[in-house]
């Protein structure tokens, strides 16, 4: 099967659909290893990695770059953080054609204006008009050669202070746009709005949620409230920076390694992600086949 078809039969399967997210293929190839059944290409840690902020600064052939790496380092299924879409319906055209050429199996695109401001960083949350945003949801799924290829449209209204009604609204006309997923997006400590608005929503998409800011739950109990998937999306860039400063640090303070040997990966561990050994049997092949090779001539 497709990535593409994995995606979307997964979205709509009975089980929620578990994203990990991911700044870089070696991100992604830990996602995969957890046994998670998709990646989420971030544009959060896909900034945060640059050390530049979530606001739409790295260009969309930047942020393509990552997720292509991503989505070509695992055999699980990439959906693609698009943030608002990098323009208008032009450019939402362009994104999906790049995006599904190099391997995504969907895209994301949210409410926002141009340019996005994370969901948590104080600052414009202003919502597109609702119809310009459809637009490009449409322009979206005209622009997919893969009828597989997933286009998620993500609500910001309970980010921007709009309430469970434009929520609803917005998401009746997206799904009329042909959206093949919503994403419901809340800053709250608690589930209280998604579950408000999965209680509410009768439409048929299945509905994403990103539980950042109320970890407590788990996917099980989003399972049980009629979730189609859960984004993690952060929590692994944030392990490594935690990880990174106390290493760091013991070193800078030890004037030695010696002291982190046993609480960092060791060579054997990076050697494995990086596939030496496959290089290595390919090596062993290439001098195989030339002493082959050389006897005939
Ligand atoms: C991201 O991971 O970039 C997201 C999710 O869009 S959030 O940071 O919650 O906006
Ligand atoms: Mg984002």
Redesign the pocket.
Known sequence: MSKTSVLRTALTGSAITRFM?AHSALSAKLAEEAGFEAV?A????ISAARALP?ANILSMAECLEAAAEIAAAVDIPVLA?CDSGFGGVGNVAHMVRSYESRGLAGVCIEDKQFPKM???VEGNQDLAPVGDFAAKITAAKEARTDEDFVVVARIEAFIAGAGLDEALRRAAVYETAGADALLI?SKRGTPEEVYSFRAVYQGKLPVIV?P?TYPQVTSGELGEHGFGGVIY??QGLRASITAMRSVLAQIGGDGSTYGVEDSIATLKEVFALQNVDELLTRQQRHDELTTAYSALA
């Not at 971030?42 to 840690?45: A, F, H, I, P, V």
């Open positions: 997210g989420w971030s544009g959060l840690e979530d953080d994370n969901s948590f997006h990103v950042t999306a952060n």
